[in-house]
T-cell receptor, first 113, second 113 residues
Framework: NAGVTQTPKFQVLKTGQSMTLQCAQD?????MYWYRQDPGMGLRLIYY???????DKGEVPNGYNVSRLNKREFSLRLESAAPSQTSVYFC????????????FGEGSWLTVV | EDQVTQSPEALRLQEGESSSLNCSYT??????LFWYRQDPGKGPEFLFT???AGEEKEKERLKATLTKKESFLHITAPKPEDSATYLC??????????????FGKGTKLTVNP
């Protein structure tokens, strides 16, 4: 029972480089999310996908793009990484966006130097 | 502006010393309140969902309660393995009718043997 799986677990990027964080869930959930967690800031929503084929901006979308590849997979892309994007990124999923619990992956630690 | 405030930021207890964590919120259109546990280097793990004032949920040594303004996570006779950061999140409807989940910054609990 994998739940929500994220890759990679750790990544170091140079400023200006691009990369994609991958996320897959095996719970047949409709909704998927990308959050970032910074010390003293709590979890903040970057983008979400309420259902397959739709994506919407969250609280902090600047510098990121997302793709809902299919119902299982939701990727987060940094086109030109900046040091301010050093953070821990969490992918999450839920059955829907209504009265539903959100389940999180284990996190991806990204450092931009 | 919707806000979720958790207190205290950090709490140290001796094994067996019961206490409570607080989550106060100011949101319009509350849909639900969630408690998560987060261990270092891991993603948040779902604990409870509360939907209406007066509701209570229990799991082992943890009990969550909800009023119209705040939620408490009561920890009875804690053990060292209860050490973690506890996150509170509130699901609400914004003025545009979209649902959002607002997280508090968490309470770091340390239980000493």
């Amino acid at each position: 029972n994998a739940g929500v799986t994220q890759t990679p677990k750790f990544q170091v990027l140079k400023t200006g480089q691009s990369m994609t964080l991958q996320c897959a869930q095996d719970m047949n959930h409709n909704s998927m999310y990308w959050y970032r967690q910074d010390p003293g800031m709590g979890l903040r929503l970057i983008y979400y996908s309420a259902s397959e084929g739709t994506t919407d901006k969250g609280e902090v979308p600047n510098g990121y793009n997302v793709s809902r590849l299919n119902k299982r997979e939701f990727s987060l892309r940094l086109e030109s990484a900046a040091p301010s994007q050093t953070s821990v990124y969490f992918c999450a999923s839920s059955p829907g966006t209504g009265y539903n619990t959100i389940y999180f992956g284990e996190g991806s630690w990204l450092t931009v130097v | 502006e919707d806000q979720v405030t958790q207190s205290p930021e950090a709490l140290r207890l001796q094994e067996g010393e019961s206490s409570s964590l607080n989550c106060s919120y100011t949101v319009s259109g509350l849909r639900g309140l969630f408690w998560y546990r987060q261990d270092p280097g891991k993603g948040p793990e779902f604990l409870f969902t509360l939907y209406s004032a007066g509701e209570e949920k229990e799991k082992e040594r943890l009990k969550a309660t909800l009023t119209k303004k705040e939620s408490f996570l009561h920890i009875t006779a804690p053990k060292p393995e209860d050490s973690a950061t506890y996150l509170c999140a509130v699901q609400a409807i914004d003025q545009g009718g979209s649902e959002k989940l607002v997280f508090g910054k968490g309470t770091k609990l340390t239980v000493n043997p």
